[in-house]
């Protein structure tokens, strides 16, 4: 029987809820989530929880906010002037928008709040600061690590 290590490729069938109960992500059965183990896709503590897994096993877990999606850091709640942002932009509290940085990377944000001229853009991830309650169940093993001779 397969057995997962760091450094697999294994495609996971992922379900992570709020403690309330409420689902907030998961994969379908017929696109389930490709990883490598190890390669820092997924939080460390769930990269972890797939070593030594066998093929057909699920897990659950629950993981404070710091092993999930990081904390909640109200410095990347931001006002941004609405001239900066495209014509094409939807201006609407909940929408979804991306920034360039000076070095090229793009940031994507939910705006909260407008207010006048300024748009107040969480940065957040949205799930920063909440506990999860993870499934992972490993639905098949791609390709083993390579082995260095």
Not at 15 to 41: D, S
Not at 114 to 120: D, P, T, V, Y
Request: proline content about 3%; glycine content about 8%.
């Amino acid at each position: 029987m397969t057995i997962v290590k760091e450094g697999y490729k294994v495609n996971i069938l992922f379900e992570a809820k709020l403690k309330t109960g409420e689902i907030v992500l998961k994969t379908e059965e017929e696109k389930p989530l490709e990883v490598t183990v190890g390669e820092g896709i997924l939080p460390k503590s769930i990269e972890n929880a797939l070593i030594d897994m066998k093929l057909g096993e699920s897990k659950t877990m629950t993981l404070e906010s710091t092993e999930a999606f990081g904390p909640r850091i109200e410095n990347l709640v931001i006002d941004l002037p609405k001239d900066g942002f495209g014509s094409d932009a939807c201006l609407e509290v909940g929408s979804k928008v991306s920034i360039n940085s000076s070095e090229e990377k793009k940031f994507v944000g939910i705006i909260m709040e407008i207010k006048g001229e300024n748009i107040s853009v969480d940065f957040n991830h949205p799930l920063a600061g909440k506990s999860l309650v993870i499934t992972v169940t490993v639905v098949s093993v791609i390709m083993e690590q390579s082995k260095n001779i």
